[in-house]
């Protein structure tokens, strides 16, 4: 394996929790981040080596998500929300741990998608509010607006 592949898989649990955090539903996630693997495998020559490779697959993510719910769209399938997820990692999280994931995880699932997707990528991603609002196609300024948005949605509802 050459370093663009060893680096890809590297991404895998950030990807599987973008894919999370977009889908809503473990199944589709992981259909998703395998989409996305192969896309950006197939699309390696267009990455520019020295940028950063985590947003560059997370937007392939974003585009893909996109293709598949207009594809759903059309054949007027519904998703249905799977039961949350917790993010963290169940092998080495505790009993305390894997149950504030889970309420985090179950309170982002209420946000609208925009909040929820910059949350994800700014608070759990940790990409730069430039970055995120590369990877969502949108001015920094409204990353920022629905960043701020979800931050308090989300806190309220942990606090419930």
Do not use: C, H
């Not at 993010?87 to 149950?99: L, N």
């Not at 730069?128 to 989300?154: C, D």
């Amino acid at each position: 394996m050459d370093r663009f592949e060893d680096s890809i898989i590297g991404l895998l649990p950030r990807l599987r929790r973008f894919g999370r955090a977009l889908a809503r539903d473990a199944a589709d996630a992981d259909d998703l981040v395998q989409i996305t693997l192969e896309r950006a495998l197939a699309r390696r020559e267009q990455w520019q080596p020295g940028s950063r490779l985590d947003s560059w697959t997370m937007r392939i993510m974003k585009n893909a998500w996109i293709d598949e719910a207009r594809s759903r769209s059309r054949r007027r399938l519904v998703a249905v929300d799977g039961d949350a997820e917790a993010v963290a990692d169940p092998g080495t999280a505790s009993p305390a741990q894997r149950d504030a994931a889970l309420a985090v995880t179950q309170a982002m699932s209420q946000l609208p998608e925009e909040q929820r997707l910059a949350v994800a990528l700014v608070l759990v991603e940790g990409l730069s509010y430039a970055e995120a609002a590369e990877v969502l196609e949108i001015p920094a300024g409204t990353l920022t607006s629905r960043l701020v948005r979800g931050r308090v949605a989300l806190m309220g509802l942990l606090e419930a």
